[in-house]
């Protein structure tokens, strides 16, 4: 049985690295660096997991950019590929759910690297790998649109569609349309790099694009 976790960890450090440590990234004000920091953090300490959007945000936001820093040089650097090569330590959660935790999140963020500059296609993944990215999308999606008030539907190439979210009163649906790995970009707010096409009532879109800009 294939780890997809260990697959997506390696793309992650092998992104990183061919980037560098202060190319662009799609995550706003990240350079490299802060991702790769980010990334290592959220493996080791239990600070900047809590943290994000929640009561210990500065501290989570401040331990990142300490750890940035000091990935500013190439040794620094390439100390935090190590660290993200090596995953997490025994005692942290991450270490018992690696499978469910960690495979769209490093997909994400190994497209977030690679289309940092604006200028990378998306890359050809071969059936097995878009089958396990669709599971885990079909299990995170109804969280990520919960705060629409249209419904959505995901559509792949080859027809196969999902709704995993009911429209709110009369907002109609939008049909969400792209390969596997777009439909994850849009699903976790990167819709502005994500290759994917939006049909349904003009009020519907723009509920789906007010959530997640871009998309």
Do not use: K
């Amino acid at each position: 049985m294939t780890t997809w976790h260990a697959l997506e960890r390696a793309d992650l450090v092998q992104a990183l690295s061919e980037a560098g440590p202060d190319a662009p990234t799609l995550c706003a004000g990240w350079r490299t660096r802060h991702l790769a920091a980010h990334v290592v953090l959220r493996e080791r300490s239990l600070v900047v997991p809590a943290g994000l959007g929640g009561p210990l945000a500065e501290r989570a936001d401040q331990a990142i950019e300490d750890a940035a820093a000091q990935g500013a040089t190439a040794p620094g650097f390439e100390a935090l590929l190590e660290q993200i090569a090596e995953g997490p330590r025994p005692w942290h959660p991450l270490a018992w759910g690696a499978e469910l935790a960690n495979v769209l999140e490093f997909f994400v963020h190994t497209e977030d690297v690679r289309r940092g500059d604006g200028h990378a296609a998306p890359r050809g993944l071969d059936p097995d790998r878009s089958e396990a990215l669709w599971r885990q999308l079909l299990r995170m999606a109804p969280l990520a649109y919960r705060r629409s008030g249209a419904g959505v539907v995901l559509v792949r190439p080859d027809g196969v569609r999902r709704a995993v979210r009911r429209p709110t009163g009369d907002q109609g649906a939008v049909v969400v349309r792209g390969a596997v790995s777009e439909l994850v970009l849009h699903a976790f707010g990167r819709g502005a790099a994500a290759d994917v096409t939006l049909d349904g009532a003009p009020h519907a879109v723009d509920a789906v694009r007010d959530l997640l800009p871009g998309g």
